[in-house]
């Protein structure tokens, strides 16, 4: 309409006021009004490292300072909650809360607790966070009730589905993006077992999650294997850090997922995890077992500093290609040569072994000794490991008659052999009962959990130093 008002002459001096008036136009029309008010992402704040948290808050004008002090009110409060962090005003915190970070951490499906106090809760990474500052020892998990500006609380969608929705493990099993993590207690303390994967691409014939199917699988974040962890000390009571005694101590990867093939993210979580100022966790205390991705064994010791276990499971490539079928690409003699250039493996330091004890597949007299004559050049700690069946399994428990015989074959042929460290420790899986109604309802590998549990007796306790300057051939059933 404008243009007819416009003589010929004078039309190319409007023509760039008439172009631009036409594409606002076309852009106004074309972008819906929820579109144009989308907030911007932000990140959530576990998955940040230290020096991102700083240099994201800068970007918002903030000092270094303010960024330390949000650190130590989420990893040595542990205060999940920005409106509790008392000394941020409200003004900042409503910032914190609704300019700068997502806060919250995943809900709880369900917490389990066998007769034995290991305990385990399946994790739901859906999107929904909760502040879980209500939980405490033996307190349920209560969701907080849905905000919709902080993206807190259970999910309108997912309340929408009915309560007894989540009554269900199985159902909610499932579902992508359900995790578990384990807490082994050992006296007063104890360790928590964590995922880093949603499932297993690896398909270890004895292990269920690598059964689960491939539609779920993703790696885990940085934020979500912390967040594990953050978990478990506050469902127990572990916070503040400043406690006398911490009574999560520990750590070992060893739940769902290989950690070596989500390595940036697992090298990302062993830095909140172990960062002084924070959880500050030793990292001997954060234990990484892989099936044997060889590649990345030695440069995670150089990375991380962590202790190394590894699954082996079988003493020739044959039968390990079968049970552990990344030994085609990784062949037994590759993996072993990789562990004895461990940077940890230091003469007092040890790698440790898991090998699951499969009834007339891996468990004779022979095997042990060949196991004991394979490992002669590495500081060894054998984890045997009593496999505990699951629906549909093809493998049967070794006897205990097996389980001795195999001990103490170990044991003399490691003894002929001066110089030989070996240790060997066999574990009747703790907290069964509620592995079983993992194993059944969240796809997860009994017997790789049940690894979790023979290892933790090979970890220093609280106020312990990690086990150092042992000698000579040892064994202890
Ligand atoms: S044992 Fe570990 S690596 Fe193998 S399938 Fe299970 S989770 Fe994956």
């Known amino acids: 309409m ?26 106004s ?8 008010e989308q907030p911007a992402p932000r990140p959530w704040v576990y998955d940040m490292t230290k020096s991102e948290l700083i240099a994201r808050m800068q970007e918002f004008d903030l000092e270094p300072y303010r960024a330390r002090q949000l650190w130590s009110w989420i990893y040595q409060q542990g205060v999940v909650d920005p409106y509790k962090m008392t000394t941020f005003s409200l003004p900042l915190r409503e910032r914190l809360a609704r300019e700068i970070f997502q806060f919250g951490l995943p809900s709880v499906v369900d917490p389990l607790r066998s007769d034995d106090d290991t305990r385990k809760w399946l994790l739901r990474l859906d999107g929904s966070l909760v502040m879980p500052e209500s939980i405490g020892p033996d307190r349920p998990c209560v969701h907080a009730p849905f905000d919709p500006e902080r993206g807190i609380g259970l999910r309108p969608d997912l309340q929408d589905e009915g309560p007894g929705m989540w009554k269900s493990l199985a159902s909610a099993a499932k579902k992508p993006g359900v995790i578990e993590t384990v807490f082994i207690p050992r006296g007063s303390t104890g360790t928590a077992c964590l995922s880093s994967q949603v499932g297993c691409s690896l398909q270890c014939s004895f292990c269920r999650t690598g059964a689960m199917s491939k539609a779920a699988l993703r790696n885990l974040s940085s934020g979500e294997i912390v967040a594990q962890f953050l978990s478990q000390r506050l469902a127990l009571g572990d916070f503040p850090s400043s406690r006398p005694e911490r009574i999560v101590s520990n750590i070992v990867m060893m739940g769902m997922g290989e950690p070596l093939l989500n390595y940036r993210n697992l090298t990302r979580a062993v830095e909140v995890l172990s960062s ?5 966790l030793s990292r001997r205390r954060i234990i990484v077992s892989t099936s044997g991705i060889v590649p990345l064994i030695e440069r995670m010791g150089h990375d991380l500093g962590v202790e190394l276990a590894v699954s082996l499971h079988a003493v020739n490539d044959r039968l390990r290609d079968e049970l552990v079928p990344i030994n085609k690409q990784y062949p037994i003699e590759m993996l072993l040569d990789a562990c004895r250039k461990y940077p940890t493996n230091k003469p007092a330091k040890k790698v440790t072994f898991e090998y699951v004890m499969l009834k007339g597949v891996n468990d004779s007299v022979e095997e042990a000794r060949q196991l004991a004559r394979l490992l002669r050049p590495i500081p060894s700690l054998v984890n045997l490991i009593p496999f505990n069946p699951w629906e549909g399994s093809p493998y049967g428990t070794s006897t205990v008659e097996a389980i001795e ?18 240790h060997v420790t066999v574990r009747w899986p703790r907290g069964r009962d509620i592995m079983a109604a993992c194993g059944q309802l969240a796809n997860k590998g009994v017997a790789q959990a049940s690894r979790a549990s023979a290892l933790v007796d090979s970890l220093p306790a609280a106020g312990e130093s990690p086990p150092v300057g042992e000698s000579g051939a040892a064994a202890q059933a």
């Open 276 to 280: 002084e100022d924070g959880l500050a």
């Open 29 to 36: 029309s074309l972008a819906s009004p929820a579109v144009a």
């Open 2 to 27: 404008l243009s007819s008002h416009v003589s010929r002459g004078s039309a190319h001096r409007w023509a760039p006021l008439l172009s631009a008036l036409a594409r606002r136009s076309l852009s």
């Open 405 to 422: 015989a195999f001990t103490a074959a170990l044991h003399d042929e490691s003894s002929r052999h001066r110089g030989q460290i070996i």
